[in-house]
C-alpha cells in the first residue's frame, strides 16, 4: 500500500527523520511476525480461559447491560445469548486465521473490529478494566504493516510506526494511571490506604502478611506513583538489552501484583511482549550480528545521530 | 524512479521506506488517538472506554475509614446464603458495585438475577429474596482492628408462589 521499496528522494540517512523521526526508525519484519503470532493466538486464550467472564454476560438478562458511549454512538446490539455466542466465534476464528500471517490486512482489521465489540459486551455491565488499551492499539496497527515473514531480513518503517505506536501506549497506561491517581486520589494518593484495601478486598497468601505492615504498603504506593510519572523513560530504549531488561522489569511487576491480589493485565503483558527484538529468533544471526554483541541496536536502519 | 541508496552494512537490504504520504496518515492517527487519551485522563470517565482515564486504584482510601466490600447473596427458604456476585450469574463483583445506584433505584434488577440463577441451576433450592450485603472492616492507623459489620443495602423479595 503505502510501502515502497526504494527510499523517496531525501528520505535516507538524514533528512528523513526530521518529521518524527522517532515514530519510523525501521523494525525487523521478521519482529513483527512472531508478535503477530503471539497477539493473535493470545485471542482464544482470553476469550476461552482468562477472562471467560466476557463470555458469562452471555446469561445475563439483558437489563443489566448498561452501554458505553461508544455503544451508544454507534448503536451496538444488546448483548443478547445468541450476540454474544456469534461474536465470539467470529473473533476466535478470525484471530486464528489472521495468525496464519495471511492476508494480513483483512484479517487484521476484522479481528480488530471483533475484539472491538468483544470489549463492548466485557465493559457495559457496570465495570470498565484498564489493561486493554494497548492490546487494542497492538491489534489497531498490526493491519497496517502488511506482509511480514519470520525469515525476513528487511525492516520497514511501517513496521517500526506500529511498534512505537504500541511502545508509547505501554508508557502511557503507566504515565496517565499515576495522572489519574492524582486527579481522583489527590496528591496524597500515596498517603492513603488504597493497597491495604485492595489485599484485603482480594489479598492472597502471600500478601496477607502486609496488611500488619500498614508503612510497607504506604512506601509501595510512593514507589507506584514515582515509576508510574517516570513511565516516559522507557521510550528510550533502543539496544536489545534494554529491551529485553525493560520487558523483565515490566512483567515482574505484573506478575508481584498478581501475586498480591490475583490481578493480572494480561492483554497488556502480550502488548508489552511486542518490545523484545523476536527476529533474534527466527532471523538466524550473521557473522557480522554476532561479532556485534547484544548491546547492538536492533533496527538495522543508521544508527541515531 | 527513485535511486536506491547504497547498502546499509547492517542489512541485507535497505529498510522498506513510507512514502510521505503514508507517514504523514500515520502521525496523524497517532496525535488523534493520543489526544482522545489525554482529553480522556483529563475530562473523561468509564464511560469513554477506550479513551478514559486509567483509573485503577486511583481513589484515595483514608487509612482510618472502614473498607467495604459488597457482596450479592440469594436466600433460600431455610435462610442459606447462595452467593450470587462470585460469577454465578454472569456478573462480577466489581459490576455489581458499579451498577449499585441502579440497582437500589430499581431492586426488580435483583429479580431477574434469581430467574437466571434458576435457569442456570435447575438442581439448586429455591430463592426467596435477593439482597446486596455490605461487609465494611474497621481500620485504624491503616491497619485492619478484625471487627467488621454486615448491612443488607438493598432487598428483593420474591413473590413465593405455593410456599
Known sequence: ?305 | MPIPTAQDPLTASPPLRLTPAGRLRRLAAAAVVLALLLAGTLWGDDDEFPFGPFRMYSTRADPNAAVVSTRTVGLTATGEEIRLSGGEVGLRRAEFEGQLPRVSDDPGLLGLLADAYADAHPGAPELVAVQVVQRRFELVDGRQTGAFVDRVLVEYVLTEEGA
Not at chain 1, 502480550?270 to 554483541?293: C, K
Open chain 1, 1 to 305: 500500500m503505502s510501502t515502497v521499496d526504494a527510499p523517496p528522494a531525501g528520505a535516507s540517512t538524514g533528512t528523513g527523520r526530521v518529521t518524527g523521526g522517532w515514530w519510523f526508525r525501521p523494525v525487523p519484519l521478521a519482529r513483527i511476525a512472531v508478535f503477530r503470532v503471539i497477539a493473535y493466538l493470545f485471542i482464544p486464550v482470553d476469550v476461552f480461559l482468562t477472562t471467560a467472564w466476557v463470555r458469562a454476560h452471555a446469561d445475563v438478562p439483558p437489563e443489566w447491560y448498561q452501554p458505553l458511549l461508544v455503544g451508544r454512538l454507534l448503536h451496538l446490539p444488546t448483548p443478547t445469548h445468541t450476540v454474544v455466542t456469534v461474536v465470539q466465534w467470529m473473533l476466535v476464528l478470525a484471530a486464528l486465521a489472521a495468525a496464519t500471517g495471511r492476508a494480513p490486512r483483512l484479517l487484521g482489521t476484522a479481528v480488530f473490529l471483533l475484539y472491538g465489540e468483544w470489549m463492548v459486551i466485557a465493559m457495559s455491565y457496570g465495570k470498565v478494566d484498564h489493561d486493554r488499551i494497548a492490546f487494542l492499539v497492538a491489534l489497531a496497527v498490526l493491519p497496517t504493516i502488511g506482509r511480514a515473514r519470520f525469515r525476513d531480513r528487511r525492516s520497514s518503517e511501517a513496521a517500526g510506526w506500529a511498534m512505537a505506536a504500541v511502545l508509547v501506549t505501554v508508557m502511557l497506561t503507566y504515565f496517565l494511571a499515576a495522572w489519574a491517581k492524582v486527579r481522583f486520589g489527590g496528591w496524597d494518593w500515596p498517603t492513603g490506604s488504597t493497597l491495604t484495601r485492595a489485599v484485603l478486598r482480594r489479598g492472597t497468601g502471600l500478601s496477607e502478611w502486609t496488611l500488619e505492615l500498614p508503612w510497607l504498603l504506604t512506601a509501595a504506593q510512593w514507589a507506584m506513583l514515582v515509576l508510574e510519572f517516570l513511565a516516559p523513560l522507557m521510550l528510550l530504549v533502543r539496544s536489545d538489552r534494554a529491551r529485553i531488561g525493560l520487558v523483565l522489569f515490566l512483567l515482574g511487576f505484573h506478575v508481584m501484583v498478581f501475586a498480591g491480589v490475583t490481578i493480572i493485565f494480561l492483554p497488556h503483558c502480550v502488548a508489552i511482549l511486542s518490545i523484545l527484538p523476536w527476529e533474534r529468533l527466527t532471523a538466524g544471526r550473521r557473522p557480522e550480528d554476532a561479532a556485534l554483541g547484544g548491546s547492538m541496536s536492533s533496527g538495522p536502519g543508521p544508527a541515531r545521530g
